[in-house]
């Protein structure tokens, strides 16, 4: 599942299926600390039985293994076009291996793909994988992936019950042996559930001591022929393997949990000394990870957290161990063979779950690199909301939260003011906010609502500076879930933030089902007889949220009509986003302070200070507005000065009250009301600020004062990328704190940083 490949590069490989079913492969350069990442396959399933699996060739090309879970379609085979390059790949093959004189034992079903390539038999390749009726089968290939053998059923247990299933786990030295671990079943189906081993070389398998079992094109055995390294038929405990590898002279060991209750996993540890295989209790556990939905019985409870061995090192192991409340990654280490161990935290005082521990392949000693994990923000099933789909609601909160981890220290740039620095701030900032995707409060969230479209429109930027394929996926994936429609409530100039990202989208991609629905929305909006009903009074409206009544709205509308007019051509939604910004500037518009009232609930109101109630978010929201909508308006538009003076003369007054630490207050004007710096609205001014001098419109004499703003900024993200001491959702000026977080504000870092970039650029 991760492998680490030096040749021309030194990169570490690894594959993850998403929350929409998409499948990627990744890396991590060595050199360069650069990640990336492409996607190999779209909407295949959202089920993370479907993890793609990689086996580099003779040559550094990435061959790559995946399936549905148990779908009968085959297995789904891509070949990287270049050597140690994830960039393109070869049309992918669909491979049915299943043989049909196998067909009587149960129904057609793939699952669990490993591949494994022994160098002394010429480069063979061996697949392995779940096949008819859940029994583990193989096939080889003798050249390179080109054709493959009819699979072979690798044990047969007793028939028992339908579709019994055992579970394999599968090592290699790469040169000559295969090691093999299975189980009876699976522990939900059988309570005798044990552990057994058999290796596979030169044409037949054999237990750990040498007797040959049977020849490779024999009859498939029982697995009670193998070796018994665990006999739950003696301790009454079911259990599941988790991992093999092969230790020195050869010897084979294995990792596996066993269950006292469901409630109580204790992880084993077995080494064959040869002549005998000595076993080791562990630890508990605990219970199993994935939250159970209140009322629900468990339907996993025998899922660990796990454990896997260091397969160029079986003396050390990591392990998901649940301490307290939450499941923490570990390090484990013996000088004796099992008796005792030195333990070492990989992770400690976790907020989330750090579950399913992956050793990377091929990392020898030295290596910075030897460990992924996933942390969870949210793990309900394995195929939820797949299987539970009906059972369930299965909105945006509900689905699969999590993100993969590696054992490398977070190096945070020293250097905001350089490209490398700027750049590794905002993949820093972006990967954390993707990892991290439930903001603060008690209300429902939807990818669609202004939060998102706010943080999806700086993602937007992001990816158009580093062609990131990971950060576009992510956005069509929401598009393609939503249908890329807004939501419900049209006329509500939030839900217009998003169809931005949509247009942007279009733009490059062409597909018009990327925009048809917001363009149906949009054109709801032009059917009004809006220049004669439009009504920006806000407090005590009915229809306050039909019109542009308060000052936010002035970055969640107006940008994505001028979008949609670029990108269609259409001049009817500039026309419309031009007369409805000056109705709602003529209401909030206070021209002798440059700044907008949020409303027409603070045009009398004053401070406990006495000074007028300007707030810093709400201005930052309509310069930064300002500028997108600038951006997009063509050049000769009849109406385009009025928007440029009104941004210069907000930018003159932002640039006169910024306080002396780089940052804006909440309320704009009262810095006495809360002395302290905010990041989401100072983000779109620094942003704002940027963009001018980068487009002439303010004089690069100011420059100074966008870097102490920037600076200021970045002294805010923290080592993971968390963009800290934002206030949270609100309408006015009040308190926040150093942790609290949001998605927009994320999103105003990463419009922010893109801006920072060209500034450099003109340097």
């Known amino acids: 599942r991760a492998v680490y490949h030096q040749g021309e590069h030194r990169r570490t490989y690894t594959g993850w299926i998403d929350n929409y079913g998409d499948v990627h492969i990744g890396y991590y350069d060595h050199e360069t600390g650069q990640v990336a990442t492409r996607t190999i396959f779209n909407d295949l399933e959202v089920d993370d039985h479907d993890n793609p699996s990689i086996l580099v060739d003779g040559n550094g090309h990435l061959l790559v293994f995946f399936t549905s879970h148990g779908g009968p379609e085959g297995i789904y085979f891509v070949r990287s076009v270049r050597p140690e390059d994830i960039g393109q790949w070869s049309e992918g093959r669909l491979l049915k291996l299943n043989s049909p004189s196998q067909l009587e034992y149960g129904h057609e079903s793939y699952t669990y793909t490993n591949p494994v390539r022994l160098s002394e038999e010429n480069g063979r390749i061996f697949l392995f994988w779940r096949g008819i009726d859940g029994k583990p089968t193989y096939s080889t290939s003798e050249d390179n992936g080109e054709t493959w053998s009819e699979g072979k059923i690798l044990c047969l247990p007793g028939r028992t019950y339908a579709f019994r299933r055992p579970y394999v786990k599968i090592a290699s030295n790469g040169k000559d042996r295969i090691h093999i671990a299975l189980t009876d079943g699976h522990p939900n189906s059988e309570p005798q559930n044990s552990i057994y081993y058999m290796y596979y070389q030169g044409g037949a398998f054999y237990r750990a001591g040498g007797e040959k079992i049977r020849e490779e094109g024999d009859v498939p055995h029982h697995p009670r022929e193998c070796d018994v390294v665990y006999d739950a038929r003696l301790t009454g405990e079911k259990a599941w393997i988790w991992d093999v590898a092969e230790g020195p002279r050869g010897r084979p060991v294995l990792v596996y949990a066993r269950f006292r209750d469901n409630e109580n996993h204790l992880y084993g540890y077995a080494r064959w000394d040869g002549g005998k295989w000595n076993g080791h209790n562990l630890v508990n556990s605990g219970a199993w990870f994935p939250h159970t939905l209140e009322g629900e019985t468990e339907p996993e409870p025998n899922y660990s957290g796990g454990i896997v061995l260091d397969h160029e090192d079986p003396s050390i192991l990591y392990m998901s161990v649940k301490r307290d409340t939450v499941f923490e990654i570990e390090k484990w280490t013996t000088a004796n063979e099992g008796r005792s161990w030195n333990v070492e935290a990989v992770t400690r ?15 020898g000693e030295g290596n910075p690199l030897q460990l992924m994990w996933i942390q969870n923000t949210n793990y309900l099933h394995y195929a939820y909301p797949g299987l539970l789909w009906n059972r369930y609601r299965a909105g945006f909160e509900d689905r699969f939260m999590s993100s993969i981890k590696m054992n490398l220290s977070a190096q945070p740039s020293n250097d905001p003011f350089t490209r490398e620095g700027i750049l590794e701030l905002m993949h820093r900032v972006a990967d954390w906010q993707l990892a991290n995707p439930l903001p603060h409060g008690s209300y429902r969230r939807n990818q669609l609502d202004w939060l998102y479209g706010a943080f999806y429109t700086g993602l937007m930027r992001l990816y158009q500076v580093t062609g990131e394929e990971r950060y576009a996926d992510e956005m069509i994936n929401v598009g393609e879930q939503t249908l890329w429609q807004p939501l419900d409530d049209i006329f509500h100039a939030d839900r217009l933030t998003i169809t931005d990202v949509w247009a942007d989208l279009f733009s490059e991609r062409g597909k018009p089902e990327y925009i048809d629905r917001a363009r149906w929305a949009m054109d709801i909006h032009l059917a009004r007889n809006y220049r004669e009903l439009t009504d920006v009074r806000f407090d005590g409206s009915p229809a306050a949220f039909e019109w542009w009544t308060w000052c936010d709205a002035l970055y969640m509308a107006p ?55 300007f707030w810093g978010r709400g201005n930052g929201w309509v310069i930064a507005g300002l500028a997108r909508l600038l951006e997009d308006m063509p050049a000769g538009y009849e109406n385009r000065g009025k928007f440029e ?18 940052l804006w207050r909440v309320s704009l004007v009262d810095p006495g009301y809360l002395d302290m710096g905010e990041s989401s609205g100072s983000a779109f001014f620094t942003f704002a600020l940027a963009w001018g001098i980068n487009n002439g419109l303010l004089d690069k004499s100011i420059r100074p004062d966008v870097e102490r703003a920037w600076k200021a900024l970045t002294d805010n993200v923290n080592r993971w990328g968390r963009l800290g001491y934002v206030q949270q959702v609100a309408g006015s000026p009040y308190p926040f704190f150093d942790h609290q977080w949001q998605v927009y504000a994320s999103g105003a870092y990463l419009f922010a940083g893109c801006e920072m970039l060209k500034l450099l650029g003109e340097e």
């Open 559 to 613: 940008p994505s009509m001028i979008s949609m007019s670029r990108v269609t051509g259409d001049r009817r939604y500039l026309e419309y986003a031009d007369t409805q910004w000056w109705k709602t500037s003529e209401y909030l518009y206070s021209p002798g302070d440059s700044l907008y009232f949020r409303d027409d609930r603070y045009f009398d109101e004053r401070s406990e200070n006495g000074t007028k109630i």
């Open 645 to 662: 003076q009104q941004y210069r003369e907000m930018a003159h007054k932002l640039l006169r009250i910024q306080d002396e630490d780089g």
């Open 349 to 363: 005082g976790s907020g989330k779950d750090n579950v399913r521990p992956c050793a990377v392949r091929g990392a």
